[in-house]
Every structure is written in structure tokens, then in C-alpha cells.
């Protein structure tokens, strides 16, 4: 695996998606050369994975914490009317 995948797959959230947004950029102007359209088309498809696993893993972080707050705040209503 090519260091630039390696580092893709580490990648802040940010960083790919600039990363896949330079590269749709390039694909819309015509300016991308044809012989690099397939790697680049490739990378981005690997981007798009990436950013999704960012998505779903924070999503169910957040989920988490939501929930822990929510179980905490009803703990804590509990013993506030316990006698």
C-alpha cells in the first residue's frame, strides 16, 4: 500500500473530504489527465469510505454520550426523590 493511502486511511475527517473535494474539482473542470482519471477516481472512492467511517463512528459516539447523559440525568432523579 502507497504511503498516500496509508496516510488517507489516518486522515482527519477534514483532510479527506478536502482531499475528495480537490479531486471532484479537477474532475468537473476537465482538467484532470486522463491517464490519472481511473487512480483518481480510486482514491476518491476511498475517501468517500473513509469519510463515511468517520460519520457512522462519531454518530454512535455521540449516540453513546447522549445516552449516558440521559442515564445519568435519570439516576440522578431518582435519587433526588428517594426519601
Do not use: N
Not at 468537473?28 to 460519520?55: F, H, N, P, Y
Amino acid at each position: 500500500m502507497s504511503d498516500k493511502k496509508k496516510k488517507g486511511d489516518d486522515a482527519s475527517y477534514a483532510a479527506a473530504s478536502a482531499e475528495l473535494e480537490q479531486i471532484l474539482q479537477e474532475i468537473e473542470s476537465g482538467s484532470i489527465d486522463l491517464d490519472l482519471l481511473a487512480t483518481k477516481v480510486e482514491r476518491a472512492a476511498e475517501l468517500i469510505t473513509t469519510c463515511r467511517q468517520k460519520l457512522a463512528s462519531t454518530e454512535t459516539k455521540v449516540k453513546q454520550v447522549v445516552a449516558d447523559l440521559a442515564a445519568a440525568e435519570a439516576d440522578g432523579d431518582e435519587e433526588a426523590a428517594a426519601p
